[in-house]
């Protein structure tokens, strides 16, 4: 990671270390870099989540891409894998979306896209924080100032069309109530799901630019899963603010989390012939749970480090079609070059419709051995998470944890990549060993 870029772009708490002054710094530089690339003016296209920093960064950026020579397509309030989609689309030569995912509203991020829809690279990154610390760049002037192009109507619509022709079936008889966070999926999920057959209803999809994610969407599935239960419904779909992630709640109100569903779909991929190598792709966050469904039903399975980044370049390297993490990040390659969580709900459910089976049913081909997740909160100084990491006294006591184990579970402890925390995971055979264990190596950090 660099001095300002995480793994997933710049973050922060809008008016404290992500300001208006450093978006506009980060247009200029994004569009100067392509420029000196490009060898002419570069075309950039914006979206955003609906948090409410999320206009004045975007106009800041704008401002900064059209003052050294850039154009700008922005789409407004759409999901962060729209945006890499149309950037594509659209031929711009890179985008950029206003969104901290899943964090609560008085944070917010800006990630960027390259013309293929993927990720910046690393060296690309490091150019445009240059030009960002340095705060050097040639001013455009006269005809050489950037302008807006617009088109966001029928930019949405296209992605719509995109998503709604990956499957085949019309979801008929499936009763759906879908959770939009109060985020970007507002603007898009009634009109995607409407194309179907299925009988289908909505929560959370009033934003008011401080309710995303406010108990709500993937990170707060209970109210989702109450509603299902009560209204009789065979699924909830929950998605995060800038709807890269799902997850779901089956008709008993029971979670099917990233690793169930990259078993449903992938078995059945398999079963189609769709599944290249006969591998899914996951990191080392998910749960072992999954790693036995794959040994039992002849998936291969390859595990990366933490992050959507990390899943898909091993997923390219090896030409692998599904991967994901537990979180509900899950990436199908033969339609994203991202997570997309409506893609990954509208695949979920064409597999249920089709299987003529139980949601609870489907899902319970991946067991699940308890998991416990604790986060521990750290200094924003820079520095601070590798130095706990490093600690002498934190190796011994994880293997301590581990020795207790006995093979029968796992550890991991890991920093966070776009918050100041340090986040330990422990499985085991029964939930108060594995929260024992987090709870010791808990105490442990926070005494560092």
Known sequence: MGKLFGTDGIRGVVGENLTADLAFRTGKAIAAVLKEEKGRKPVITIGKDTRISSDMLESALIAGICSVGGDVMPFGVL???????????KGADAGIVISASHNPYEHNGIKVFNEKGYKLPDAIEEQVEEKILTDIYPAATHGEIGVLRHGLRQSREAYIDHLAGTIEGDLSGLRVLVDCSNGASSATAPELFGRFRCFCDFIHREPDGVNINDHCGSTHLDDLAQKVVAGGYDIGVAFDGDADRCLLVDEQGGVI?????LAVCGSDMKRRGKLSGGTIVATVMSNLGLHEFCRENGVGLVCTSVGDRNVLEKMNE???????EQSGHTIFTDY????????TALQFLDVLARSGKKASELASVCPQYPQVLLNVAVSHERGVKDAIMASDALSAAIAEEEGKLSGEGRVLVRPSGT???IRVMVEAKTEQIALLAAENLVNVIKML
Do not use: F, R, S
């Open 419 to 421: 918050e100041a925390l």
């Open 257 to 261: 989390d990233g690793d169930k569903v």
């Open 336 to 343: 994203a070059t991202t997570g997309d969580g409506q893609l």
């Open 79 to 89: 999901p962060t894998p729209a945006v890499a989609y149309l950037t594509v689309l």
């Open 318 to 324: 090896c030409g692998y079609k599904l991967g994901g």
